[in-house]
């Protein structure tokens, strides 16, 4: 017995430390490693529809800051820029028009092979048919440059701004909208098509029918549930023309949309719970891609909410918040990834992040995120990219600019100076490497 009990004692404690150590979760091959961003959000110097509005309600949303944001653990250092006009005006934004050149160097130090970026439609086509050559030229500088540094350039075409023209005709409502849309795209395609194969036509257009048309959040500030299922019909129209075009032009494209999507949770799984949940899903998360279903190459997922369904309201204090009080829940994105195997698509992460001046989550959030990625892939989830929201510090639509979501810091006091945050060379080391490091 006792010769038993020695070679049992001997034995676990030479597997122990095996035991404690997890090997290295590598990602598939191939995989792409990116940050986003989108034109208005930084390009800086244009005028479209959301710059115009920017200039009509600064002064409302600084006014009404105290009512939104008080209750936020991060009111108190971000209470003299919500409550500044000047906080809710775009304006140069990050000059990433002019300093692309810059923020591609920042890509390559970071070890990113991708790097998503939208089109400004009102810089292109600033009055209805007509074209801007110039900047199309840009665009095409761009491109060139993202290839020449070994960077696999994913674009999106609509990233919620539209030229004046567009809006001034009633913007999504308008019956010929989606040809509207078109026309632009068919030009898009015949300029850039051959340097682009990922393509993103729309970026949330849940979210964005649902802010603008029917929260009233956003530009044209509209309540009203009418417009919101007008404009939710045009988005998808708009999209499957899309589709067809990008495709006639290059049938080896990889073209898809964007999607928002929250992982929704019901709580303590009771039937009432999971019916609601079930509402939520089919109308927030799956609708679109379920109209759009044949006229989808890819699955595109934007997660940065976790949402607990629960019709007795009973709340729960998360463990972590974002600045802007977005509960951080990494885990929620396996859900998510699973929920959109049925498509049977290959699926990007064409966003992830969180609002974090400090630094103090982003490299925690983007680990654990990973972890649940993996763990999806494991399970069967085709995902093959990951784009990280967002590259800079950037104008944050109707909250402006105090939220922080960039891996790269700009300060805006000091000639817009880019500085890389520490949790973007933790990103840079998993990019870099193709696996995620475990403890």
């Keep these: 017995m006792k010769i038993f009990l020695l070679t049992s004692l001997i034995f676990f404690s030479s597997v122990t430390p095996a035991l404690a150590t997890s090997p290295d979760l590598q990602f598939p091959q191939g995989f792409l490693w990116g940050a986003s961003t989108a034109a208005h959000q930084v390009e800086g110097g244009n005028t479209n529809q959301w710059s115009v509005w920017e200039q009509q309600n ?3 949303l600084a006014r009404t800051a105290p009512d939104r944001y008080k209750n936020l653990i991060s009111w108190p250092s971000i209470k003299d820029q919500a409550t500044d006009p000047a906080n809710y005006i775009s304006g140069a934004a990050d000059d990433e028009y002019n300093r692309y050149d810059e923020d591609f160097d920042l890509l390559q130090q970071l070890s990113l092979n991708s790097y998503r970026f939208s089109l400004e439609w009102s810089r292109i086509e600033p009055k209805q048919g007509e074209f801007d050559e110039q900047a199309i030229e840009h665009y095409k500088e761009e491109l060139t440059d993202l290839k020449k540094r070994g960077i696999t350039p994913f674009v999106t075409i609509y990233h919620w701004t539209e030229p004046v023209w ?7 409502e308008h019956s010929k909208s989606p040809e509207f849309f078109n026309q632009f795209v068919e030009k898009v395609a015949a300029e850039l098509g051959d340097q ?3 393509w993103a036509t ?3 257009p849940n979210g964005y029918a649902a802010n603008s048309y029917l929260v009233g959040k956003w530009p044209p500030n509209a309540h009203n549930p009418f417009a919101y299922l007008l404009v939710t019909s045009s988005l998808i129209k ?3 023309l899309a589709y067809t075009t990008l495709k006639q032009q290059n049938p080896k494209a990889q073209v898809g949309i964007a999607q928002s999507m929250s992982d929704v949770e019901a709580v303590n799984n009771s039937w009432l719970n999971r019916l609601i949940k079930g509402v939520i899903d089919d109308n927030s998360n799956y609708y679109f891609l379920n109209q759009i279903e044949d006229y989808q190459d890819y699955i595109g997922v934007n997660y940065y909410r976790h949402i607990r369904a629960d019709w007795a309201l009973s709340k729960s204090t998360p463990a972590k918040v974002s600045d802007m009080g977005w509960e951080l829940y990494p885990q929620g994105i396996y859900d998510v990834l699973i929920g959109v195997k049925k498509y049977n698509k290959p699926i990007y992460i064409t966003e992830s992040g969180l609002a974090d001046a400090s630094d103090t989550n982003r490299a925690w959030y983007i680990q654990q995120t990973l972890s649940s990625v993996h763990q999806a892939i494991g399970d069967g989830a085709d ?3 990951y784009f990280h929201w967002s590259l800079l510090d950037n104008f944050e639509w109707a ?3 105090w939220p922080r979501f960039g891996l790269v810091a700009v300060d805006r006091s000091n000639n817009l100076k880019r500085t890389i945050r520490p949790s973007a060379f933790s990103y840079a080391s998993i990019a870099k490497n193709n696996t ?4």
Excluded: C, I, M
């Design 399 to 401: 909250e402006g600019f």
């Design 166 to 172: 567009f809006s001034d005709l009633g913007g999504w």
């Design 58 to 60: 600064a002064d409302r």
């Design 238 to 240: 708009a999209h499957k």
């Design 196 to 198: 682009v194969t990922y």
């Design 436 to 439: 995620l490091p475990q403890p």
């Design 383 to 385: 995902v093959r990219g």
């Design 202 to 204: 729309l970026n949330e």
